[in-house]
Nanobody, 121 residues
Framework: QVQLVSSGGGSVQAGGSLRLSCVAA????????WGWFRQAPGKEREGVAV????????AYLDSVKGRFTISRDNTKNTLFLQMNNLKPEDTGIYYC??????????????WGQGTQVTVSS
């Protein structure tokens, strides 16, 4: 089990920004899919953004494209999610996860503890 520790959540007004971080206890190979998922109250967990491949390929949930940016710092074993122009529908617990395939949640076996993001209108 790879330990993943996420942070950076908080409460902001609509239109605001937050930057999430996820620190891995070990080096995460660039060949491994590493991403952010979220779960809103009463809803199923969904994939938000994933980064994978040596070239840093990315995939995003349609509703966050153009507003969120996923990136990684391999020297610090850290994954980031820059979230701009936040909307109330972005509210939820955000989890980082590694080792799966794109947004197929059941394939991920390493999860962080989650960080709460609350966006008020």
């Amino acid at each position: 089990q790879v330990q993943l520790v996420s942070s950076g959540g908080g409460s902001v007004q609509a239109g605001g920004s937050l930057r999430l971080s996820c620190v891995a206890a070990v080096h995460i190979s660039t060949t491994i899919h590493w991403g952010w998922f979220r779960q809103a109250p009463g809803k199923e967990r969904e994939g938000v953004a994933v980064i994978y491949g040596g070239g840093g390929m990315t995939a995003y949930l349609d509703s966050v494209k153009g507003r969120f940016t996923i990136s990684r710092d391999n020297t610090k074993n850290t994954l980031f999610l820059q979230m701009n122009n936040l909307k109330p529908e972005d509210t939820g617990i955000y989890y980082c996860a590694a080792g799966g395939t794109l947004f197929t949640i059941r394939t991920y076996n390493h999860w962080g503890q989650g960080t709460q993001v609350t966006v008020s209108s």
